[in-house]
Antibody, heavy 121, light 108 residues
Framework: EVQLVEFGGGLVQPGRSLRLSCAAS????????MHWVRQAPGKGLEWVSS????????GYADSVKGRFTISRDNAKNSLYLQMNSLRAEDTAFYYC??????????????WGQGTTVTVSS | EIVLTQSPGTLSLSPGERATLSCRAS???????LAWYQQKLGQAPRLLIY???SRATGIPDRFSGSGSGTDFTLTISRLEPEDFAVYYC?????????FGQGTKVEIK
């Protein structure tokens, strides 16, 4: 079964850091680009970051650029999101998602169930 | 940066009716790199359409996508009870890969 499982979310104070992980199974992880997408409570979807199969192409939303770092370990079938200098507006449900393709994105066809990040003092 | 505007914000229809959802881009989306997603309350999104008009695996043929350039449409030919949800478009033609704000399809 194709599956993505996120973990690492929680309650964190403003200005602190958190690292999200996403464990992939049921498919050849290093054949596909991967994404992080978030959704604030009661709001729409917001693309956060993407990484190609080789980590050679990486992109970030302007809202997180310079604070968040996406990475992957193909040997461990894992995707990561290092989140630094967290702000209250980063509070959201964070989803890990698999792309249809290896490099240039085309669509996110597999999604995890998400993990909650709450930034509050 | 390409901004996607979806309309209407809410669509109130009855089961069996046809739903037409619009996604308009502020600039041309290259190579029709546009996708549509469905999200039900409390669930992760599900990919419906990619490449503007290709149905994802397992998606019923009552869902269809069309359009190019700046104007794209998702059509649900006959609404089933399980189709009442929020729908998002997303473009991949130019980073950042923004989503539209969503259209809620609700039961009339």
């Amino acid at each position: 079964e194709v599956q993505l499982v996120e973990f690492g979310g929680g309650l964190v104070q403003p200005g602190r850091s958190l690292r999200l992980s996403c464990a992939a199974s049921g498919f050849t992880f290093d054949d596909y680009a991967m994404h992080w997408v978030r959704q604030a409570p009661g709001k729409g979807l917001e693309w956060v970051s993407s990484i190609s199969w080789s980590s050679g192409s990486i992109g970030y939303a302007d809202s997180v650029k310079g604070r968040f770092t996406i990475s992957r370990d193909n040997a461990k079938n894992s995707l990561y999101l290092q989140m630094n200098s967290l702000r209250a507006e980063d509070t959201a449900f964070y989803y890990c998602a698999k792309d249809l393709r290896s490099s240039t994105p085309m669509g996110m066809d597999v999604w995890g169930q998400g993990t909650t990040v709450t930034v509050s003092s | 940066e390409i901004v996607l505007t979806q309309s209407p914000g809410t669509l109130s229809l009855s089961p069996g009716e046809r739903a037409t959802l619009s996604c308009r881009a502020s600039q041309s989306v290259s190579s029709s790199y546009l996708a549509w997603y469905q999200q039900k309350l409390g669930q992760a999104p599900r990919l419906l359409i990619y490449g503007a008009s290709s149905r994802a695996t397992g998606i019923p043929d009552r869902f269809s996508g069309s359009g190019s350039g700046t104007d794209f449409t998702l059509t649900i030919s006959r609404l089933e009870p399980e189709d009442f949800a929020v729908y998002y478009c997303q473009q991949y033609g130019s980073s950042p890969w923004a989503f539209g704000q969503g259209t809620k399809v609700e039961i009339k």
